[in-house]
């Protein structure tokens, strides 16, 4: 299934910032930083579409992940950082990314 055009960008710098592939460690804050800009339905969109891309061991981290940022788990403001700057590093807007483009 295609992503709308928005979500398939958000997909495309994840790739650039994680070239390698989302380690498991961030998955929890990766789905945390896109829940506060994204709602809960893309957000689970991009976690469908990364999880169908990847290996079994590593869709179940993404399920248990996108559990844990929706019950309310919070991750570590270091994580966040962390991962925002690799975000960062493959394009993604500092700001909220314009559902415009």
Known sequence: MALPPLLDK????????????????D????????????????????????ASESKPESAEAIRRAISAATTNQHPGDADVARVRSRLAAGGWPLAAPDRDA
């Open 10 to 25: 958000i997909v495309s710098w994840l790739r650039a910032g994680y070239p390698e592939g989302v380690p498991e460690h």
């Open 27 to 50: 998955y929890l804050p990766l789905f945390a930083l896109l829940g506060s800009q994204l709602t809960d339905a893309e957000v689970a969109l991009i976690a469908d579409h990364l």
